[in-house]
């Protein structure tokens, strides 16, 4: 059974880590031909102003994300001590998460993934697996078998533009998956973390 989504995204207050990540991509859209100088100055200026993501998505909405190499596949098995990606790492287009008897928890909010799709397939086994993603980011959930542990999609349904859309397939297992935002905590520590970045 598929969780009840929240209301759309495009309402959200903006946080400086999404002004900041839409004005790198207007400035490797300007490196790479796409658009102007007097464009770039003209969508900067609006990115550094807007309040919520719907100020945001227009000024990138005809850009779309950069060509990458979805590179080599990552392979996360919990076991028994349990597996955590999280931080800065660089995103395959295809992901397996084993949950094992430890947990898995795959931490998408730090990364710099500019990949139009990943495939993600999970085994929740005994543990369970986690996935957290930023906002705006969207996942597609359909293709997996909610076992005896359960799916819980809790990510929201609009896309914004430049994003990924993470498809994940396979079986919650006993231990369940879950897919979904950032909480008011890691959002805080995503913001200090942000902060001590720009003071060095």
Same mark, same amino acid.
């Given at each position: 059974?598929?969780?009840?989504?929240?209301?759309?995204?495009?309402?959200?207050?903006?946080?400086?880590?999404?002004?900041?990540?839409?004005? #790198?991509?207007? !400035?490797?859209?300007?490196?790479?031909?796409?658009?102007?100088?007097? +464009?770039?100055?003209?969508?900067? $200026?609006?990115?550094?102003?807007?309040?919520?993501?719907? +100020?945001?998505?227009? =000024?990138?909405?005809?850009?779309?994300?950069?060509p990458q190499?979805?590179?080599?596949? =990552?392979?996360?098995?919990? /076991?028994?001590?349990?597996?955590?990606?999280?931080? !800065?790492?660089?995103?395959?287009?295809?992901?397996?998460?084993? /949950?094992?008897? $430890?947990?898995?928890? =795959?931490?998408?909010?730090?990364?710099?993934?500019?990949?139009?799709?990943?495939?993600? +397939?999970?085994?929740?086994?005994? $543990? /369970?697996?986690?996935?957290?993603?930023?906002?705006?980011?969207?996942? &597609?959930?359909?293709?997996? #078998?909610?076992?005896? $542990?359960?799916?819980?999609?809790?990510?929201?349904? &609009?896309?914004?533009?430049?994003?990924?859309?993470?498809r994940v397939?396979?079986?919650?297992?006993?231990?369940?998956?879950?897919?979904?935002?950032?909480?008011?905590?890691?959002?805080?520590?995503? !913001?200090?973390?942000?902060?001590?970045?720009?003071?060095?």
């Amino acid at each position: 059974m598929t969780a009840e989504r929240p209301n759309s995204v495009s309402r959200l207050r903006a946080s400086d880590a999404d002004r900041e990540a839409v004005v #790198d991509q207007l !400035r490797e859209a300007a490196a790479e031909g796409r658009i102007d100088l007097d +464009e770039l100055d003209t969508r900067l $200026g609006q990115a550094l102003v807007a309040k919520t993501y719907a +100020e945001l998505a227009p =000024l990138t909405a005809d850009l779309g994300p950069a060509p990458q190499d979805a590179g080599k596949p =990552l392979v996360l098995k919990g /076991g028994i001590h349990g597996a955590v990606r999280t931080g !800065r790492w660089k995103v395959p287009g295809h992901i397996d998460v084993d /949950g094992g008897m $430890g947990g898995a928890k =795959l931490d998408f909010t730090q990364t710099d993934c500019r990949l139009r799709e990943i495939e993600l +397939e999970v085994n929740g086994q005994m $543990g /369970g697996v986690r996935i957290i993603i930023p906002a705006g980011w969207a996942a &597609e959930t359909d293709e997996v #078998d909610p076992g005896l $542990g359960g799916l819980k999609d809790r990510t929201r349904d &609009e896309r914004l533009p430049g994003t990924p859309l993470i498809r994940v397939t396979g079986t919650a297992g006993m231990g369940g998956v879950v897919i979904r935002h950032p909480n008011v905590w890691e959002r805080w520590k995503l !913001r200090r973390a942000l902060r001590r970045s720009r003071s060095f």
